[in-house]
């Protein structure tokens, strides 16, 4: 069973950058073949997608952080990073790490407990 642990959240002003990380623990073939995605939950809000990254590092972002937000991973150290830029107001939530097994379809099925962050103006 795979575990994922956010970290690096906190309370920054609006123009200025975050770089969030989920580290995963549990099977290494099960972590590495794993597509990982980053969401977020604004409050009174839904949550909605962010960003993903395959193995092969294929990546999609959501249209509202494309060109603001990077997603990576770095395999060996079993961690996929977020790297916010530019931060504003709007991007204020908690952001969760989840994964999923390649071509299991739109289920997400193992999360973290997510990291706060909120973007003063």
């Known amino acids: 069973q795979v575990q994922l642990v956010e970290s690096g959240g906190g309370l920054v002003q609006a123009g200025t950058s975050l770089r969030l990380s989920c580290a995963a623990s549990?099977?290494?073939?099960?972590?590495?073949?794993?597509?990982f995605g980053w969401f977020r939950q604004a409050p009174g809000k839904e949550r909605e997608f962010v960003a993903d990254i395959s193995l092969s590092s294929n990546i999609h972002y959501a249209d509202s952080v494309k060109g603001r937000f990077t997603i990576s991973r770095d395999n060996a150290k079993n961690t996929v990073y977020l790297v916010m830029n530019d931060l504003k107001p709007e991007d204020t939530a908690v952001y969760y790490c989840?994964?999923?097994?390649?071509?299991?379809?739109?289920?997400?099925?193992?999360w973290g407990q997510g990291t706060q962050v909120i973007v003063s103006s």
């Open positions: 989840a994964t999923k097994a390649p071509y299991s379809g739109p289920t997400w099925n193992t």
């Open positions: 549990g099977p290494t073939l099960a972590i590495i073949t794993s597509i």
